[in-house]
């Protein structure tokens, strides 16, 4: 069953978004993540533009983050001081994406820009998510878990600014969360991604952060930076579709739902290594793409009308 | 629209006066033409349509021609200036590196005849009346030495999407009069004015010619959320933020699990 997009300006067919949208839902809530790294691709790969696919990715997960956030919520599992934190600096760097996006859209590299940055950052991130989570599986299987010191120090917890954040039981920089904020909020208007991938590593590795209030608190600062970058890209580019993202919504939310249950019932590191193969496997598909030589070397794009 | 108007009626001058200079002293035929629609209509559940598109054939005295002659139908679509991007292995990967702007591209283009063009008239008289898809005039701002691989590049992929199209289905004499052929439109026609040009041709030389103007445009919740879209950028944006709240917050509480 066909049906028109307005923005993205091409027809689709329904059950082909509806189930899309379900399948990443289900594995966002599977791992806890927003699913736009997984959404953004997906939709170029069917013939949305580039630019429709970010915009209407990041709408979608504003409503994916709401409907997790709730959920943590409930559980407590939300340090929404550290969330307002990482949140200052989200808004000013996807204010920066937005920006840097409208540039390279003129120049034609936007496709590139959008390809390139997912093949870094899903490169990185699997490559050490499957390495440290498959080094853990090992050696809980050798029953030699080493008990990890409740503080280590680096020279991160010299910078000044520090900020008590209770429940994080974290005594750190602000600028810490204020940095991975902003570079995130980057992230988040150039690929169309909430930006957990990167975060919630980062709070874990690099913050030192308790898991348990890692998802909840990510989740609360992605509805708000998505929300931003939603409002910029139909500010400047006019490329959010409405339809398209309430189509994606209803469905991912509800394979989200379904996730969650079925993420609830399987270890911490058997999740970290099935989302590090996927990450790396969306990576691999979009390198073969800049290598691959493509089918047509040539692609236009319509400047305004002349008539 | 003004310019647009004044630019048509330059074009029917023009065919008018080709018409009359093209013709010789023996009694000529001519056309007389319409299509099943001049507005087509793409709503929500849009998956493209076809145009009917008759006509008949008299001579000058109105009674049935000796000789029909041939006929060549083209449908031209909006015209936009597009930027042309060839990619280009840098490092490794494939990098647009080289754009050429070309101008007054049509976003649609068919043409469809009872023979081949090239059987019906001579390539400069094809090549005048911009007949056939690899006849229209891309003019580009630049002009490098493989201009031609751009220019073929929008053809090319014009046709991959079946915007260009040539004899789909062809002009069919019913009768000794009547002729007819339908145009396709497939789901991803650009919107905006479109002009229907018929030819008459006898024995390689255009006698006749009609044009009749047709427009496609968004209708319904579609060209809605385009215009406001458009409209008021801000306020669309608040909108798609609200949905997205409310279906999140929908979705939360059906699924509660206490």
């Known amino acids: ?307 | 629209m003004m310019g647009n108007r004044s630019v048509f009626g330059l074009f029917a001058i023009a065919l008018f006066c080709l018409v009359v200079a093209a013709q010789p002293s023996r009694a000529d035929n001519t056309l007389v033409t319409d299509i099943s629609s001049h507005l087509i209509s793409v709503t929500s559940d849009f998956t493209g349509t076809d145009l009917l598109l008759f006509g008949t054939v008299t001579s000058s005295e109105g009674s049935l021609p000796a000789d029909k002659g041939d006929i060549i139908v083209v449908v031209r679509g909006p015209k936009k200036n597009v930027t042309v991007r060839k990619k280009e292995r840098v490092a490794g990967i494939w990098v647009n590196t080289r754009a050429i702007e070309i101008a007054k591209v049509p976003g649609f283009y068919a043409v469809a005849s009872n023979r081949p063009v090239t059987d019906i008239s001579s390539t400069g008289t094809l090549e005048r009346l911009k007949i056939g898809q690899h006849r229209l005039s891309l003019s580009a701002k630049t002009t490098p030495l493989d201009v031609q691989d751009f220019r073929q590049a929008i053809v090319r992929q014009q046709e991959e999407v079946q915007l260009y199209t040539s004899n789909q289905s062809a002009v069919y004499f019913l009768g000794t009069s009547l002729f007819r052929t339908s145009i396709h439109f497939p789901a991803n026609v650009p919107v905006g004015n479109y002009v229907a040009e018929v030819y008459l041709f006898q024995d390689g030389e255009l006698v006749s010619a009609q044009t009749s103007p047709l427009f496609i445009k968004k209708f319904g919740i579609g060209r809605r959320i385009f215009d406001f879209a458009q409209s008021y950028p801000t306020l669309h944006g608040i909108a798609a933020i609200i949905f997205a709240l409310i279906a999140g917050w929908i979705a939360s509480a059906l699924f509660r699990k206490d």
């Open chain 1, 1 to 307: 069953m066909p049906v028109y997009l307005p923005i993205a300006e091409i027809s689709v067919n329904l059950f082909l978004i509806l189930g899309m949208g379900g399948a990443v839902g289900l594995l966002s809530g599977m791992f806890g993540v927003g699913g736009g790294f997984l959404m953004t691709p997906l939709l170029i790969f069917i013939g949305i533009p580039p630019a429709v696919a970010v915009a209407t990715g990041a709408n979608q997960l504003v409503a994916a983050s709401v409907s997790g956030v709730l959920a943590h919520w409930r559980r407590g599992n939300v340090d929404f001081k550290m969330g307002t934190v990482l949140l200052v600096g989200g808004i000013f760097g996807s204010g920066l994406g937005t920006w840097i996006f409208a540039l390279l859209k003129d120049a034609g590299q936007v496709d590139l820009l959008i390809s390139l940055s997912y093949v870094l950052f899903l490169g990185v991130i699997g490559g050490l998510m499957l390495v440290e989570s498959v080094g853990a599986l090992l050696r809980s299987h050798k029953g030699t878990v080493k008990r990890k010191k409740l503080h280590q120090h680096y020279w991160i917890h010299g910078l000044p600014f520090k900020m008590r954040f209770r429940k994080s039981k974290l005594y750190i920089s602000a600028l810490l969360p204020l940095v991975l904020g902003f570079f995130v909020g980057v992230l988040s208007a150039i690929m169309g991604v909430g930006g957990g991938f990167v975060m919630v590593p980062a709070m874990i590795y690099l913050m030192g952060m308790p898991t348990s209030v890692v998802i909840g608190t990510s989740l609360f600062q992605i509805i708000f930076v998505t929300a931003n970058v939603t409002l910029l890209h139909s500010m400047t580019t006019q490329t959010v579709d409405v339809l398209l993202a309430l189509l994606l919504m209803s469905s991912a939310v509800i394979g989200a739902q379904l996730g969650t249950r079925i993420g609830a019932k399987m270890k911490g590191e058997q999740l970290r290594s099935l989302l590090g193969l996927m990450v790396l496997l969306v990576c691999a598909k979009l390198a073969f793409d800049l290598i691959l030589t493509p089918d047509d070397l040539f692609s236009f794009r319509l400047l305004e009308g002349v008539n």
